[in-house]
């Protein structure tokens, strides 16, 4: 049974840093393409950020230079390092792994 159990999302000022994480159980990280994502309300969730099986990385456009992801695989953990945060940037944030989908963790920045 595979779970992805995302953390680390909360309330941060504009400029402000935040650490999600993505526990997996059920699959090995380092295997697979892990992907991040983020709805905002009354919007379509869109991709964030993807750590591909050999190690690159992809981003939106709008987050490349401050959104790093990154993985440990000592502790199967997906995670995604956020600087510099927007307003803009408010939304809830998923783990993923085709098919399967995290609970998500809410991220709000304040202007």
């Known amino acids: 049974q595979v779970q992805l159990v995302e953390s680390g999302g909360g309330l941060v000022q504009a400029g402000g840093s935040l650490t999600l994480a993505c526990a997996a159980s059920?699959?090995?990280?380092?295997?697979?393409?892990m992907y991040w994502y983020r709805q905002a309300p009354g919007k379509q969730r869109e991709f964030v950020a993807i750590?591909?099986?050999?190690?690159?990385?992809d981003y939106r456009d709008s987050v490349k230079g401050r959104f790093t992801i990154s993985r440990d695989n000592a502790k199967n953990t997906v995670y995604l390092q956020m600087n510099s945060l927007k307003p803009e940037d408010t939304a809830v944030y998923y783990c993923?792994?085709?098919?399967?989908w995290g609970q998500g963790t809410q991220v709000t920045v304040s202007s």
């Open positions: 059920g699959i090995i990280v380092s295997s697979n393409a």
């Open positions: 750590l591909s099986r050999a190690g690159s990385t």
């Open positions: 993923h792994r085709e098919p399967f």
